[in-house]
């Protein structure tokens, strides 16, 4: 079964350009996570979907981030314009809405690591 | 204070030895708590879940003290494979069937030959 799948992996962008990262989540998962990581850090969640609704969105920088799931599968999360700060490695998450409570287990892709210059 | 504290490390030990990792949490009314692995320039991966009675999986040994808001983490028999950071993550409900998972900074693990 294919896991949770992101693109694009490396973007590299000058300041105040715009950047979107895709996230296909593993089917069946109705919980979609964005994370942002940065060096040295753990993740930090920027927003967290049930289906297509967003249900906390209390971190994401909403002057410049935006992030769409409109059919409850995929998910786009788009910056714009991206600032030096931004760079950092962007995580989606997926996991079973029941089950995380007691498994805990999210299931994270490979990331995009987004540098801005 | 932070929501999840963790030394940073890094932790070098030599193949072999115990290692343990501390983790504190701020809200006493955390419900369930989890270590994640992360190797170097990949995603987090779920390790284990750390249960009240405390539980094992192999080599690794994870414990919670809810009165001291305190998680650990032990490996034994460390190696090399072992080298990674820990994430320790702390689960709280927030109420209408949604959940808050909040990762520490993770610790940082070098096993050496």
């Known amino acids: 079964e294919a896991g949770v799948v992101q693109s694009p992996r490396y973007k590299i962008i000058e300041k105040k350009q715009p950047v979107a990262f895709w996230c296909n989540p593993i089917s069946g998962h109705n919980t979609l996570y964005w994370y942002r990581q940065n060096l040295g850090q753990g993740p930090e969640l920027l927003i967290r979907y049930e289906n297509e609704e967003a249900v906390d969105d209390s971190q994401l920088p909403k002057d410049r981030f935006s992030a769409e799931r409109l059919k409850g599968v995929d998910s786009t999360l788009k910056i714009q314009p991206a600032e030096l700060g931004d760079s950092a490695v962007y995580l989606c998450?997926?996991?079973?809405?029941?089950?995380?409570?007691?498994?805990?287990?999210?299931?994270f892709g490979e990331g995009s690591r987004l540098t801005v210059l | 204070r932070k929501e999840v504290e963790q030394d940073p490390g890094p932790f070098n030990v030599p193949e072999g030895a115990t290692v343990a990792f501390n983790c504190t949490y701020s809200n006493s009314a955390s419900q369930s708590f989890f270590w994640y692995r992360q190797d170097c320039r990949k995603e987090p991966k779920l390790l284990m879940s750390v249960y009240s009675s405390g539980n094992e999986d192999g080599r690794f040994t994870a414990q919670l003290n809810r009165a001291s808001q305190y998680i650990s983490l032990l490996i034994r028999d460390s190696k090399l494979s072992d080298s990674a950071t820990y994430l320790c993550v702390v689960n709280l409900y927030s109420g209408a069937g949604s959940y808050q998972l909040t990762f520490g900074k993770g610790t940082k693990l070098s096993v050496i030959p």
């Open positions: 998450a997926s996991s079973l809405q029941a089950g995380l409570a007691k498994s805990g287990e999210l299931f």
